[in-house]
């Protein structure tokens, strides 16, 4: 067994550099806990590090409280002894004691900013790192292209890019990987998956929240590069890839890997491909909203869009002439969230059979998990009337949430969720034609009031 081939009998210690984080205590936390209630025999020690100036009983508290939010608090006695140091992990004389005398492997979670990951790991190329070492770093990696190259040429100096997690956590998604079944485990749907019999693909993830006090990042980030840079890109990946021979890591990542190189704006047009909007004052649900541009600690002049929408193509012999359409936003009426693939009409329908002629429509919705299948059935009083028929299966939240198992693939040293050194430079190459009219003032930024679908005359997938 290689030194990135664990199993849940062996034992890591989690180290989380930004323990004191908000990422750590709702989101890490929480979804460690409901991992080990799920996965007693998990041999794991959990130390935090931080800033603050904690001490062991206040860690340990945030620890239980947040295992608590999952109904998680047995777990609680696996990690009962869990520490906390106070370090500064851009230091190398913290970062040296930090990695000293633990057991077993170690992987380190940067829950911490951008920037501090980048300076901690220049820090880490200073040191001699202990064998099997594992680092896993959060979004986003780099600001462009060549920031990404660069950070990347910075963690290789470390250790093995299948040591490196870069962490998207809608790779652990269970709708996501309920895609990669889907498509791959029917014999009614692996050999339509083509532009042969798909027409369009739209990939949408809409929120209600509105900037929830997050201007620090989002106002220099954006709709854009927050969600369709990242994590729908990611899914754009899975749901285009060519069948891989197994779900190793090595073959997986590779075929996903393979989808993005091929990935484009659609007709290489990123003025007509894309639109852009942001949001003003308004009710979401009974509770009113501020105009963006209202919100604390953001700038007006920098034009943040709340709302991205980009058409994209992927250019090789499965998928060409096939738009894949990905779009987010903030503040929106209704928090749909869901991939649908629109088939092509039937090459020729009997004379006689008359009413719907819709295509069929396969729809996923990221959470609650739901698959729909539209169809055109005979109707109840007349049997050549079509009529539309939905077929659903409801496949619930998912046993794990997705930060469990991306916490799962770091303790077992599976990097099949993780996102690839090129993957995460190609996501930035796929976007920069459209932040680059953005930038220009090509692309008109719109207004769209909270509450509401978005601008009018955008239209709806």
């Not at 998604?173 to 042969?196: C, F, H, M």
């Not at 954006?222 to 060519?242: C, F, K, N, P």
């Not at 004379?351 to 729909?372: E, H, I, K, N, Y």
Request: glycine share 8%.
């Amino acid at each position: 067994m290689s030194a990135a081939q664990k199993t849940a009998t062996d034992l890591t210690t989690l180290i989380i550099l930004g323990a004191s984080g908000d990422l750590t205590s709702r989101l890490l936390l929480p979804a460690l806990g409901q991992l080990l209630t799920r996965e007693p025999d998990r041999k794991i020690h959990l130390r935090g590090a931080g800033m603050e100036d904690w001490d062991d009983d206040r860690w340990r508290d945030t620890v239980k409280a947040s295992f608590a939010t999952t109904g998680s608090e047995k777990a609680f006695a696996s990690v009962a002894a869990t520490t906390y140091t106070k370090a500064d992990i851009t230091d190398p004389a913290d970062l040296t004691a930090l990695l000293a005398g633990n057991d077993g492997r170690v992987a380190l979670y940067f829950a911490v900013p951008p920037a501090v990951t980048e300076r901690a790991c220049q820090a880490l190329t200073t040191l001699e790192v202990p064998e099997g070492l594992i680092l896993a770093i959060e979004k986003p990696f780099g600001s462009d292209e060549a920031t990404a190259h660069a950070l990347n040429e910075t963690i290789a100096k470390i250790v093995p890019e299948t040591q490196i997690f870069r962490i998207d956590h809608f790779l652990g998604r269970s709708t996501t990987l309920n895609i990669l079944s889907a498509r791959l485990a029917n014999r009614v749907l692996e050999p339509v998956w083509s532009a042969e019999h798909i027409e369009s693909i739209f990939i949408g993830y809409d929120e209600t929240l509105g900037l929830e006090g997050r201007a620090g990042y989002y106002d220099h980030a954006g709709a854009l590069v927050d969600m369709i840079q990242s994590h729908l890109l990611q899914v754009l990946a899975i749901v285009a890839m060519e069948p891989p021979a197994s779900l190793s890591e090595i073959d997986f990542r590779e075929a996903t890997g393979a989808v993005l190189r091929a990935t484009h704006v659609w007709q290489g047009d990123p003025v007509a491909s894309s639109r852009r909007a942001r949001y003003t004052a308004g009710v979401v649900q009974a509770r009113p909203l501020p105009s963006y541009v209202d919100e604390p600690g953001v700038d007006p002049a920098r034009d943040t869009e709340t709302l991205a929408e980009v058409v994209f193509e992927v250019r090789n012999a499965r998928w060409q002439g096939v738009p894949f359409t990905l779009r987010s936003g903030k503040a929106l009426d209704d928090a749909e969230r869901e991939v649908i693939v629109r088939f092509k009409p039937v090459r020729h329908l009997p004379q006689g059979l008359t009413g719907s002629t819709a295509p069929t429509v396969l729809r996923f919705a990221l959470g609650p998990d739901r698959m729909t299948l539209e169809m055109n059935v005979s109707g109840d009083g007349d049997a050549f009337e079509l009529e539309r028929a939905p077929l659903v299966a409801d496949l619930g939240e998912g046993t794990l949430k997705a930060y469990a198992e991306v916490l799962s693939g770091i303790l077992d040293g599976d990097a099949m969720l993780a996102v690839r050194a090129d993957a995460a430079e190609q996501c930035w190459r796929i976007v920069q034609p459209v932040l680059d009219a953005w930038r220009s003032g090509e692309v008109p930024l719109d207004e769209y009031p909270a509450g509401t679908d978005g601008p009018e005359g955008w239209p709806r997938p």
